[in-house]
């Protein structure tokens, strides 16, 4: 069962994962690779798994990127 979209900022971890990114964004999954693959999007690098900071988005966001 898919779930649902986070609700607030503060039910979101402090970092997030791909499937929180397209939950937040409300993107498709090839969707988000692309975008976290563009540059100035804030995304890193954990082993082989690719990771957001929550706050690093959003000011990503304010910033009219999204």
């Known amino acids: 069962m898919e779930q649902e979209r986070p609700k607030n900022y503060d039910d979101l971890p402090l970092v997030l994962n791909m499937m929180d990114i397209q939950k937040i964004l409300g993107i498709s999954r090839t969707t988000a690779y692309q975008l976290v693959h563009e540059d ?3 995304a890193f690098r954990s082993g082989n ?3 957001i ?3 690093a988005l959003f000011q990503w966001m ?3 990127r999204a």
Do not use: H, N, T, V
Request: hydrophobic residues 25%.
């Open 49 to 51: 798994r690719i990771k």
């Open 62 to 64: 304010a910033k009219g």
């Open 53 to 55: 900071s929550k706050e």
């Open 40 to 42: 100035g999007f804030p």
